[in-house]
């Protein structure tokens, strides 16, 4: 069976129309939003209602700032705006929208999870339109002949908790995340947005930022040996494959910039 597998789509909708040419799935391993657009400023929710010099700064704090800079600057902008989780809110939807319709518009299985720039709580009225496309945050689904199971969203470190903001990212408590991964099981295919957390995969070399991954990712390999896991989130990693043991850990690729699915053969 050929599964054609993409993460970090940030808006790239016509690449996505395109990502299941010649398979017979296809794993969306979550961000279908583009909230900010490191590669065009000018793209993405945060320029769209702020203008691209806040995507340019947003982007420098978030690799140089110092603790807490990014947060203050962020909510000194939002500050000067009407209603800014409604203008959002608009702009998740209008997002959502299309691309939903291009995944529905394929015509193979689609099976998605959310990303951290993600908001799942708004899917379901999308997921009604579109029954090929099956959201399976939590899930193990036989597909082929292969048990494949599925984590969404970003752990936070211990003891951090989810914050509300105008934003409302898929960041999840790091027991939350533990426990959704253990409840997974044996799997062949570990499917999840966050990486392992090893040094490499975590390392985004553009962003010069380690950027967060699971230590209970690394437990389920070594405990239950699945074939692959299969992953995003990091953009530009140190490196986009290692192997764990039996385990052949694989980055798909930033989808947005790359504009091609990574092809998994079972």
Do not use: K
Not at 212 to 222: G, K, Q
């Amino acid at each position: 069976m050929l599964v054609h597998v993409v993460s970090d789509v940030h808006g790239n909708a016509d690449a996505l129309a395109r990502a299941a040419d010649g398979a017979e799935a296809l794993l969306v391993l979550g961000d279908l939003l583009d909230f900010v657009d490191y590669d065009e400023p000018s793209q993405g929710i945060l320029a769209e209602i702020l203008g691209p010099d806040a995507t340019v700064e947003f982007a420098r704090l978030r690799s140089e700032g110092g603790p807490g800079a990014l947060r203050e600057y962020t909510r000194a902008l939002w500050a000067d705006v009407d209603d800014p989780a409604a203008q959002v809110d608009v702009a998740v939807h209008r997002r959502y929208e299309q691309m939903f319709a291009v995944l529905g518009a394929l015509d193979v299985p689609v099976w998605l999870i959310p990303g951290n720039v993600d908001v799942p709580a708004v899917w379901p009225e999308f997921l009604a339109r579109y029954p090929q496309v099956r959201a399976v945050d939590g899930e193990v689904l036989e597909i082929g002949d292969h048990r494949v199971g599925f984590v969404g969203g970003v752990p936070l470190p211990p003891g951090i908790e989810p914050r509300a903001g105008v934003f409302r990212a898929f960041m999840r408590e790091a027991g939350e995340y533990t426990a959704a991964v253990e409840a997974l099981g044996p799997v062949d295919v570990l499917c999840s947005h966050a990486p392992p957390a090893v040094a490499e995969l975590a390392y985004d070399v553009v962003a010069r930022t380690h950027e967060l991954t699971s230590p209970a990712l690394v437990e389920h390999i070594r405990d239950h040996r699945p074939r692959l896991a299969l992953f995003g989130h990091v953009h530009a990693p140190l490196t986009p494959r290692i192997r764990i043991g039996h385990t052949e850990c694989l980055n798909v690729g930033h989808f947005r910039r790359r504009g091609t699915a990574a092809a998994v053969r079972w």
